[in-house]
């Protein structure tokens, strides 16, 4: 009996996390389609994303990590802070998260570390899957950081 319990909760635990994932997910995504149409509206988005997935922290994922990588990165729902940034997008590229590498290599670009930008941006130039993602860094950037 105490089995089927454990299990039980264990189930209804999981559910919950999901679901919890699920709504910073759809928060998080409505965010970025409004941040250039309507911020306010959008920080609000980031705001509730943020909030959902600080929840998650005992069961964090390479998305969640990424999606906080970005909020700090861009100052989405948060103060904008590129050292945390950075942190969460490296525990995102740990835990599998190659959309990662981009992000990453544009957080080294506006702080001014060519070097380790240019060594996640090779990686993503490189995984043709990847290049959508690093398709908004400025040209004239690029051709400095190679």
């Not at 959008?42 to 929840?55: D, S, V």
Request: hydrophobic letters at 35%; proline letters at 2%; one cysteine or more.
């Amino acid at each position: 009996m105490k089995k089927v319990i454990f299990i039980f909760i264990s189930f209804v635990f999981v559910f919950a996390l999901d679901l919890t994932f699920t709504k910073a997910y759809r928060a998080f995504n409505k965010g970025v389609k409004l941040h250039k149409t309507n911020p306010q509206k959008a920080q609000q988005y980031f705001q509730k994303a943020y909030i959902l997935l600080t929840e998650l922290h005992e069961k964090p994922s390479s998305q969640v990590y990424f999606m906080l990588g970005r909020m700090y990165s861009n100052g989405w729902g948060v103060e904008r802070n590129y050292k945390k940034a950075e942190e969460y997008l490296k525990k995102a590229i740990k835990l599998g998260n190659e959309r990662a590498y981009c992000s990453l290599a544009k957080v080294y670009i506006k702080t001014g570390k060519y070097a380790k930008a240019k060594k996640y941006l090779d990686y993503a130039l490189s995984h043709e899957n990847l290049s959508n993602y690093c398709k908004d860094i400025n040209p004239n950037t690029l051709k400095e950081i190679k």
